[in-house]
């Protein structure tokens, strides 16, 4: 008979083991869904869509679109196409679209008189097919589902989402017993929208359980890095990349006092292609100052790692190699990070149908993503459907205003606490959306602080403060805080600037912080760190001709415009 009685004890304990299980399980699951169900969806749904935004904007924009030819004209003499149509635009970049058939390539450059736009070229003749906004439709989504247009913390909030999505994973299987039953098992369509609502998330959830293990494992990883490394300070695991090299002054010296032409694109492409054949040139980036190689990215068939992982440094000058970085240099913690952008977007196959197909089968994960994201709070929403009816019951009036109360107030309904975080967030993104669209086709316009031109040497120069491209509505200038220096050089001298620096220095001449300012002409910057206290502190800019010789201008912080 004791036997017989602590037999049924363990059962019984082990019976309220499992439910507490089941139960914290169903709780966390509930939890991941509900409380920031709102911006949940907005990832989840932008995601879908960014992962075909490339082809989006392909179907939108006529300047994309090109006829295949026999043969593509050297990527080099694209870069030169721009310089030739826009002489007075600075070019940050171009993509040559070497991997798309019938893609144009295209260039972002900055206009004069602020503002950014995208060069189109159609990469079988060389010739320009128009131009469009910086932010197409999909880039615009994209954007949206990588920062959430939300300054500096906007990053943070998409990231934390791997973490929720592994989470919801495993509680969600833990949830649902023997789970693996569940794959065959037909949605009761025949019952009421709650139970086969109820079935069909649980169906697609197991079916796409791969999929969504792969958003949530790589999305986890950029959690780990931003914002746990940084600003976290949290053990980097992937090794910094070594810096590319640069010409030494002796060099810059032997190119003469007078400004100097460098070599065409065409050039710089035709010297890269000679020394790495088997390379596809994807990207060009100009030098973003004096000392700087001209950069080419390319392509040589290699698995997961996209976006040009052979870098190869040109010397603008003279176009001899100055040096390479190729994909088998790269160490196996840079291989696996470089592996989480193919694999969260569906774009590791590249070329052609099949990286359509590819792109395809994510989309239709990230499709189902999104339906899991919306139906799990509509499930909630059909278990407390009697709230409504009860506020036309005469009778019941008040058991439906108390009800109504719990959806309302700060810690009730679905969200509890962070329904207010939801609402708040999605503001912060309607306002981010408006100002992302403005700056890309105004620049900065009147935003930021602004130092009043000033004559040094044969230069006159002057420049705008901005906190960053998200934060440009905050103040530039603000104790301890970090802000951007973008000078400006009349009479269209930027060429003949070989350096130019920008500094801080506190009341007594000491210097507080210096930065080189790179980057093409209308967006080349130097970033610095503000002191604490700013009084008597002074922003400085140093511009160093092809002469050698230095010329500088200083401004007080406080009291700019």
């Known amino acids: 008979m004791t036997v017989e009685i602590s037999g049924r004890s363990a059962a019984s304990v082990e019976l309220r083991r499992k439910r507490t299980v089941y139960g914290i399980a169903f709780l966390v699951h509930s939890a991941t869904g509900l409380w920031l169900t709102i911006l949940l969806a907005v990832v989840m749904v932008s995601g879908t869509i960014t992962v075909l935004f490339a082809e989006i904007d392909w179907l939108i924009y006529p300047e994309m679109r090109v006829a295949p030819a026999e043969s593509r004209v050297n990527p080099g003499a694209l870069y030169d196409s721009v310089l030739a149509a826009y002489p007075d635009y600075g070019v940050n970049s171009v993509n040559t679209a070497a991997l798309r058939e019938r893609t144009a390539a295209s260039a972002l450059v900055a206009v004069p008189g602020g503002g950014f736009r995208s060069i189109w070229v159609d990469p079988y003749s060389g010739a320009v097919t128009g131009e469009t906004a910086v932010f197409t439709v999909g880039r615009f989504v994209n954007t949206l589902h990588t920062t959430l247009f939300l300054p500096v913390v906007g990053r943070y909030v998409v990231n934390v989402f791997g973490i929720l999505m592994l989470i919801s994973i495993f509680t ?72 590319p090299p640069t010409l030494s002054t002796a060099e810059l010296d032997a190119l003469g006092p007078e400004t100097p032409t460098p070599r065409s694109g065409a050039e710089i492409v035709a010297a890269v292609q000679a020394a790495y054949p088997d390379m596809t040139v994807t990207l ?162 009147d935003k930021g602080t602004s130092f009043a031109a000033q004559a040094a040497g044969p230069f006159k120069f002057g420049a705008v403060a901005i906190a960053g ?93």
């Not at 959690?223 to 949290?234: I, R, W």
Request: glycine share 12%.
């Open 284 to 445: 060009l980036i100009p030098p973003a100052n004096a000392a700087q190689p001209f950069t080419a990215r390319g392509d040589r068939g290699e698995v997961l790692l996209n976006g040009g992982p052979n870098t190869v440094y040109v010397n603008p000058y003279t176009a001899e190699i100055m040096g390479a970085r190729l994909s088998e240099d790269w160490t196996a913690m840079q291989r696996i990070d470089a592996a989480m952008h193919p694999l969260h977007y569906g774009s590791w196959a590249k070329r052609g149908a099949a990286d359509l197909a590819v792109k395809l089968v994510w989309f239709l994960g990230g499709a189902v993503a999104s339906f899991l994201a919306v139906s799990g709070p509509i499930i909630y929403l059909k278990r407390t459907r009697r709230a409504a009816a009860e506020l036309l019951v005469g009778s019941r009036l008040a058991a439906g205003l108390k009800r109504l109360w719990h959806w309302v107030k700060p810690w009730g309904g679905p969200m509890g606490a962070l329904k207010y975080v939801n609402v708040l967030g999605l503001g912060g993104i309607l306002s981010g959306a408006v100002l992302v669209l403005t700056l890309g086709a105004e620049g900065f316009g």
């Open 469 to 561: 491209f998200l934060e440009a509505d905050l103040p530039a200038i603000r104790p301890g805080a970090e802000t951007n220096v973008f000078p400006e050089i009349a009479g269209a001298r930027f060429r003949d600037a070989r350096f130019i620096r920008v500094g801080l220095s506190d009341a007594a001449g000491e210097e507080i912080d210096r930065a080189d300012v790179e980057g093409a002409e209308g967006i080349a910057h130097g970033h610095l760190h503000l002191p604490p206290v700013l009084e008597g502190t002074r922003l400085w800019i140093e511009i160093e001709g092809w002469d050698g010789r230095k010329h500088r201008a200083e401004w007080p912080l406080l009291g700019a415009q």
């Open 172 to 243: 969600g299987l833990i949830t649902y017993k023997k789970f693996w039953r569940g794959f065959l098992r037909r949605p009761r369509f025949h019952r009421g929208a709650r139970t086969w609502l109820g079935d069909l998330h649980r169906l697609t959830a197991l079916w796409s359980a791969w999929f969504l293990l792969v958003i949530g494992l790589t999305g986890a990883w950029w959690f780990y890095q931003n914002p746990l490394v940084e600003p976290g300070g949290a053990p980097e695991i992937v090794e910094d990349w070594p810096d």
